[in-house]
């Protein structure tokens, strides 16, 4: 992938391997092409670590496009101090499962987001499952949603951005700490 304005490699402080990344949440962020890999996954498990005490809507790892704002992407992100998954469904809105658990406390965490397809999405934080509220915002969705279920996923060519939303013009939700082992 390509580092844009300035996301830069941290040696010490990591969770495993030779380094974290750590983001300004002012500018900084990871994208790279997805060639479609996740248009059609009615299941998956994305995990990563974290550390931040950023506040407000965190962008970790972002999965759409860069054509069109209101269709065709998949969020995993910190919103309100907790983890949550937002998707886009009708007219752009965004359906969200969200944790009850605060992840913004400057300290690592291992947040996994899980789905089978049929069951509810599950959300661990530091290997314990989690309690997770979803909201159908759109009116359109289902608890068991992942990737594929996103308005319009399969429309625009995809990419993955980490540390930030970057559909159409400048990225928003920049993230504000680091971000190890995606």
Do not use: C
Not at 39 to 44: A, I, P
Not at 48 to 55: D, L, M, R, Y
């Amino acid at each position: 992938g390509s580092v844009i304005n300035g996301a830069s490699y941290n040696l010490t402080d990591k969770v495993f391997g030779a380094a974290s990344m750590n983001f300004d949440g002012v500018n900084d962020y990871v994208i790279t092409s997805a060639n479609d890999l996740l248009d059609s996954n009615q299941v998956g498990t994305v995990g990563f670590w974290v550390k931040t005490s950023g506040t407000g809507e965190l962008t970790i790892v972002q999965y759409g496009n860069q054509v069109n704002a209101d269709r065709g992407n998949y969020l995993w992100d910190i919103n309100n101090n907790k983890g949550e998954i937002q998707y886009q469904s009708t007219g752009g809105i965004w359906n969200t499962f969200t944790t009850t658990i605060t992840v913004n406390d400057g300290n690592w965490h291992n947040i996994v987001f899980t789905a089978d397809g049929v069951n509810k999405v599950r959300i661990y934080v530091d290997a314990v499952e989690d309690s997770v509220t979803w909201n159908n915002n759109a009116g359109a969705g289902a608890n068991s949603d992942w990737v594929a279920d996103a308005l319009g996923v399969t429309t625009d060519s995809s990419h993955i951005a980490i540390g930030a939303l970057k559909r159409t013009g400048s990225p928003v939700s920049l993230f504000n700490g680091l971000i190890d082992e995606v």
